[in-house]
């Protein structure tokens, strides 16, 4: 069973950038699927980035050229680099994995995932 451990959240000015890590420890599946997602108060959550065994990003349109999805493999470890971040970016962020390859809708990776594990969330303040 695998088990994703979030840290790296806080608060940060508008403008500012912040890292958010997932350790992923236990039973890695081959292949996955792993992602980032965020949800504010009284919203859906959505997908924000995802990462396919392969490599292959894709993120929400919202936050292109300003996050990036990356994994630290010594450290068995998903990252979210967040940089110009904006007061509307919402606030709780989770990591999460699937056992499968992303799924993909015209060969681009769906941001709509059936996740399996997630992380326990971490918290985003942004202030004008």
Same mark, same amino acid.
């Given at each position: 069973?695998?088990?994703?451990?979030?840290?790296?959240?806080?608060?940060?000015?508008?403008?500012?950038?912040? &890292? !958010?890590?997932? %350790?992923?420890?236990?039973?890695? $599946?081959?292949?996955?699927? @792993?992602?980032?997602?965020?949800?504010? +108060?009284?919203?859906?959550?959505?997908?924000?980035?995802?990462?396919?065994?392969?490599?292959?990003?894709?993120?929400?349109?919202?936050?292109?050229?300003?996050?990036?999805?990356?994994?630290?493999?010594?450290?068995? &470890? !998903?990252?979210? %680099?967040?940089?110009?971040?904006? $007061?509307?970016?919402?606030? @709780?962020?989770?990591?999460?994995?699937? +056992?499968?390859?992303?799924?993909?809708?015209?060969?681009?990776?769906?941001?709509?995932?059936?996740?399996?594990?997630?992380?326990?969330?971490?918290?985003?303040?942004?202030?004008?």
């Amino acid at each position: 069973q695998v088990q994703l451990a979030q840290s790296g959240g806080g608060s940060v000015q508008s403008g500012g950038s912040l &890292t !958010l890590s997932c %350790q992923v420890s236990g039973s890695t $599946p081959r292949p996955h699927c @792993m992602g980032w997602f965020r949800q504010a +108060p009284g919203k859906e959550r959505e997908g924000v980035a995802m990462l396919d065994s392969d490599g292959t990003t894709n993120y929400l349109d919202s936050v292109k050229g300003r996050f990036t999805i990356s994994r630290d493999n010594a450290e068995n &470890t !998903l990252l979210l %680099q967040m940089n110009s971040l904006k $007061p509307e970016d919402p606030t @709780m962020y989770y990591c999460a994995i699937e +056992p499968y390859r992303c799924k993909r809708v015209n060969g681009i990776l769906s941001l709509v995932g059936t996740m399996t594990d997630w992380g326990q969330g971490t918290q985003v303040t942004i202030s004008s």
